[in-house]
């Protein structure tokens, strides 16, 4: 069973930013696809952002230049980096990774955006 283990969320002023990890326990590169969704209170789970085994990336419109997905494969560690934060980003952040056999998610980490 493929387990994610996610870090780095935290409580931030507007306009401040953070960096989550993202650590599989199989290596980044036998998946497909890594991803970060988050869930606010009583909204659905959406998409963030995505990066692709060969490295491709694509990210929601409403964090689209502020915030950047990217990986270390030496670390085996996907990251989110979120700069100029926003009340909105309030949520539960979670890790995603995809792959033939299954596709697998973190426990979640708490962004709360407030001053």
């Known amino acids: 069973q493929v387990q994610l283990v996610e870090s780095g969320g935290g409580l931030v002023q507007p306009g401040g930013s953070l960096r989550l990890s993202c650590a599989p326990s199989?290596?980044?590169?036998?998946?497909?696809?890594m991803n970060w969704y988050r869930q606010a209170p009583g909204k659905e789970r959406e998409l963030v952002a995505t990066?692709?085994?060969?490295?491709?990336?694509v990210y929601a419109v409403y964090v689209k230049g502020r915030f950047t997905i990217s990986r270390d494969n030496a670390k085996n560690t996907v990251y989110l980096q979120m700069n100029s934060l926003k009340p909105e980003d309030t949520a539960v952040y979670y890790c995603?990774?995809?792959?033939?056999?299954?596709?697998?998610w973190g426990q979640g980490t708490q962004v709360t955006v407030s001053s």
């Open positions: 995603n990774a995809r792959n033939i056999w299954g596709c697998y």
């Open positions: 990066i692709t085994s060969g490295g491709s990336t």
């Open positions: 199989g290596s980044i590169l036998s998946f497909n696809a």
